[in-house]
Each structure stands twice: as structure tokens, then as C-alpha cells.
């Protein structure tokens, strides 16, 4: 199972960035898939998740400006960045916790996409 992530780069504060991640391999279904930032020096934390169920959960300090959504044909999650802040620098992770076809239920991770809002 791999999970690819695009999308970051370089944006004005004020500015907007899509990311996109896409799971691919051994899957036989997908429970959640979120995404997770960790900035330097600091841990990191969930940014955004969206479960099968359709049930979504955001950070506070990223509600009413960042958008999770999923594409379950294509086992891509999403996340449209708006009015994007210095703070949100950072490197962006996604996570899926899936099924794969053997029947093992894990926790797989991307490899990051660094996000970084400067003017």
C-alpha cells in the first residue's frame, strides 16, 4: 500500500493550495483518511479527517478555512487550503487507516508535502 501526496508549495498569507493524496496497492477498503501537519520544532497534529461514514473533524485552528473531502473511485483525499496564514507552515502528511485484501486493518502514511505561507 503506498499513499502519494501533492500539492504544496510556496503561497502568499491570504492565498489558497489544494493538496491531493492518493492510496493505491493492496486495498480493499478505506476507513478514514486525513491529514496531519508537523511544523518545525513542533509535534505533529491532525489537521483534518474524513471518515467512510462522511463524518468529518478539523483542528480548530483550521475551521471555516480548510476543506477535507474524498473521492472513494479513486481513494483520494483532499484538502483545500483558503485564506492560508504563516502558521500553517508546515509539512503536510496524509493518513489512511485501510483494509488491505489480505485482511490486515493498518495505519499507512505519505510522504509529506511542505507547505509554506510567506510573503
Known amino acids: 500500500v503506498q499513499l502519494q501526496a501533492s500539492g504544496g508549495g510556496l503561497v502568499q498569507p491570504g492565498g489558497s493550495l489544494r493538496l491531493s493524496c492518493a492510496a493505491s496497492?493492496?486495498?480493499?477498503?478505506?476507513?478514514?483518511m486525513a491529514w496531519y501537519r508537523q511544523a518545525p520544532g513542533k509535534q505533529r497534529e491532525l489537521v483534518a479527517q474524513?471518515?467512510?461514514?462522511?463524518?468529518?473533524n478539523y483542528a480548530d485552528s483550521v475551521k471555516g478555512r480548510f476543506t477535507i473531502s474524498r473521492d472513494g473511485t479513486k481513494n483520494t483525499v483532499y484538502l483545500q487550503m483558503t485564506s492560508l496564514k504563516p502558521e500553517d507552515t508546515a509539512v503536510y502528511y496524509c493518513?489512511?487507516?485501510?483494509?488491505?485484501?489480505?485482511?490486515?486493518?493498518?495505519?499507512?502514511w505519505g510522504q509529506g508535502t511542505l507547505v509554506t505561507v510567506s510573503s
Open positions: 493518513n489512511a487507516d485501510l483494509w488491505t485484501v489480505r485482511g490486515q486493518y493498518s495505519g499507512y
Open positions: 496497492g493492496s486495498i480493499r477498503a478505506i476507513n478514514s
Open positions: 474524513a471518515t467512510s461514514g462522511a463524518i468529518t
